[in-house]
């Protein structure tokens, strides 16, 4: 892992001196005219999520798996032209300790408020069913780190006022380590000039789109813009109702978004799932039950659809929080023009 990292310090230096100059040409390469609703396809976001199940596999923390994908995820990056960091970090879990990295690319703006998405790229150990069917991991998470890939590749053709940062987190898995890691080496300037945590976490298979607020009181207003946005796009976008064990609109803790909660950061948490037929939580699907964590939890589970609806609303809600300037006495103002965001509605459902 020491060596591997020294290794992508060593030519991060050398390729920035590149990627710098791809983020001025990219910021104004639209010149087609097209929209973000027009250029997500969903086809980058299923080309990395087949490369990171089929090619690489599982991803366990600690394995060959996990250093293969944080390799792969830092060289999509850096093709896109933007800045890469790398931060490593350690922890023990169960009396071993372990050694994983966030991979952190910024897109700057004129001024330093931020908009975070974040996705892990670890998965849970293999699951083999009886039938033959092998999990590898594709729907949490590589869903979450295609559609992430995606929508960083289609905002390069965008200047933005604030600053953008992409983020892939390690260990999840084993309880959030990655992101609580971010979340801890975040100084009180950071935290002040978050706007708001964008948390993808199993997008590919699920009965219907959701997003959510965190719990206890948290800011609800990224939620109610993406509702918006993605509503008004044409898309069943819906959030949790109110039930016994959670406030309609919220989630639990169980993703990478809860250390920004804890900072007080507004969140907006994106999965597909079914809140239907389990009230009190939410279950995937109706005909499967849970795919994440089981042998199911592989390629032909996850719906191309399901990936480009989430990639077309991530998209343009990251890009509508960046292109204002938010003051920090009134987080959730936002610009009124949806110039670029209501260009084109979908109404069919995903297969």
């Known amino acids: 892992m020491k060596n591997k990292i020294k290794y992508w310090r060593s030519i991060l230096a050398l390729l920035t001196l590149f990627s710098f100059g791809a983020i001025i040409s990219n910021a104004t390469a639209d010149q087609s005219g097209l929209r973000i609703p027009e250029q997500v396809t969903g086809d980058l976001a299923y080309d990395h999520l087949c490369y990171l199940t089929e090619e690489i596999g599982v991803r366990v923390t600690g394995t ?68 033959g069917n092998v999990s590898s991991g594709a729907g949490d998470n590589a869903s979450g780190v295609g559609v992430m890939l995606e929508v960083a590749e289609v905002l390069t053709n965008y200047k933005t006022k604030g600053t953008v940062k992409f983020i892939a987190f390690g260990a999840e898995e084993m309880g959030f380590r990655g992101s609580r890691y971010y979340a801890d080496q ?31 009181d948290n ?55 079914n809140w239907d037929i389990e009230p009190d939580g939410g279950i995937e699907t109706e005909e499967f039950g849970w795919v994440m964590h089981t042998c199911m939890d592989n390629l032909s589970f996850v719906s ?12 343009s809600l990251v890009f509508e929080l960046s292109k204002t300037k938010l003051p920090r006495a009134e987080k959730g103002k936002i610009a009124k023009g949806n110039k670029y965001i209501s260009i084109q509605k979908r109404s069919d459902l995903p297969n």
């Open 64 to 131: 060959e798996g996990a250093e293969d994908a944080a390799d792969y995820i830092i060289d999509q990056f850096l093709q896109m032209g933007y800045e890469v960091e790398i931060q490593p970090f350690t922890f023990e879990r169960r009396g071993t300790l372990y050694e994983s990295e966030n991979i952190i690319a910024t897109k700057h703006g004129k001024f330093d408020q931020t908009v975070i998405v974040g996705a892990h790229y670890d998965s849970v150990s293999e699951r083999v069913c009886a039938d």
């Open 186 to 216: 975040m100084s009180e300037e950071d935290i002040a000039n978050t706007v708001t945590m964008i948390d993808l976490d199993s997008v590919g298979v699920g009965d219907f789109f959701y997003v959510y607020a965190g719990l206890e």
């Open 219 to 273: 800011p609800g207003w990224a939620r109610d813009l993406a509702l918006k946005i993605g509503q008004g796009m044409g898309y069943d976008l819906r959030t949790s109702p109110q039930s016994e064990f959670f406030d309609g609109g919220t989630t639990g803790d169980w993703s990478d978004h809860v250390p920004f909660r804890l900072l007080g950061i507004p969140i907006a948490y994106f999965e597909w799932m």
């Open 304 to 315: 191309h659809a399901k990936l480009e609806f989430t990639a077309d609303v991530v998209a």
